[in-house]
């Protein structure tokens, strides 16, 4: 079979989320652009993207509110994108957009983690992946980790987390 023609066999339509074709490639429909990291014009809320493990490519997108007093901790929140575990991500328009906004009204420092998604990756992947994120972030608790927004700015006895997919909040300490 010519491998152009196979390249473009569609084997799942998923319309209007994905495509799955032949040869392995996945096209998303929606939820694909890219919103670059920057200070939100109308929050003033910071946003930086962060690698916590080259190995698998996971990394999270960190957001910090304008700070009024810069030597008080802000509460963490921790949050998972929807998308079914195989849609959008933390980079698209509206978690980045929602995040922003989120960020500034409750006063908050939150890490966006950017699973891998399927089909590419099967679950567990993203579980394993939002697994290594919070064993991440928990390697700040000392204010001793690698990334210094959390280690300054983030209050890890006053952690929440948010599963956007089940729509549930969950509030813990690391003690």
Not at 24 to 53: A, N, Q, Y
Not at 84 to 89: E, G, H, I, V
Not at 135 to 156: R, Y
């Amino acid at each position: 079979m010519d491998p152009a023609a196979m390249e473009e066999e569609l084997v799942h339509d998923f319309s209007p989320f994905f495509r799955i074709y032949k040869e392995g490639r996945v096209e998303r429909l929606m939820g694909t652009e890219f919103i670059p990291t920057s200070v939100d014009p109308k929050t003033g809320v910071e946003s930086k993207d962060v690698v916590v493990s080259p190995e698998i490519g996971l990394s999270v997108r960190l957001y910090a509110p304008k700070l009024h007093n810069r030597n008080q901790k802000l509460p963490l929140l921790v949050y998972f994108h929807g998308g079914a575990f195989c849609l959008m991500s933390p980079f698209c328009a509206i978690y980045h957009n929602y995040l922003n906004t989120l960020v500034h009204e409750a006063n908050v420092v939150a890490v966006s983690v950017e699973y891998r998604r399927a089909p590419e990756h099967p679950l567990p992947a993203a579980y394993d992946d939002s697994w290594t994120a919070l064993k991440w972030i928990a390697s700040h608790v000392n204010g001793d980790g690698p990334e210094d927004w959390l280690n300054f700015l983030a209050d890890l006895d006053n952690v929440y987390l948010v599963v956007k997919a089940l729509a549930v909040i969950y509030h813990t300490t690391w003690a």
